[in-house]
């Protein structure tokens, strides 16, 4: 069992910033790929952004790209996501999701492992 655990998230004024962290622990995940997700009240849970098991590569969905930043750090065993120029359109719970795959995956089914989420608050 691979047990996340998200940290980071809180209120923050549109054009603010938040890092948001995700710590593994258990049969770690330092060998797979690892995302984060984000769902808003009322909506679906959409993909955010995805890193490979080496961290060279990433994946970004485009309401995100450019402003967002995945990195990861697997002696660690911790990801993170760097959110600059926040939206209040990006208010949500942001989850971070352990892949079964070393490789970026977009899709959740693609995921076998969750964290409990951590909320995100944009104010404009």
């Known amino acids: 069992q691979v047990q996340l655990v998200e940290s980071g998230g809180g209120l923050v004024q549109a054009g603010g910033s938040l890092r948001l962290s995700c710590a593994a622990s258990?049969?770690?995940?330092?060998?797979?790929?690892m995302g984060w997700f984000r769902q808003a009240p009322g909506k679906e849970r959409e993909f955010v952004t995805t890193?490979?098991?080496?961290?060279?590569?990433?994946y970004y969905s485009d309401s995100v790209k450019g402003r967002f930043t995945i990195s990861r750090e697997n002696a660690k065993n911790t990801i993170y996501l760097q959110m600059n120029s926040l939206k209040p359109e990006d208010t949500a719970v942001y989850y971070c999701?352990?892949?079964?795959?070393?490789?970026?995956?977009?899709?959740?089914?693609?995921?076998?492992?969750w964290g409990q989420g951590t909320q995100v608050t944009v104010s404009s």
């Open positions: 890193i490979s098991w080496s961290g060279d590569s990433t």
């Open positions: 258990g049969r770690t995940r330092s060998t797979y790929a």
């Open positions: 999701a352990a892949a079964r795959s070393r490789f970026t995956v977009v899709t959740d089914t693609d995921y076998a492992y």
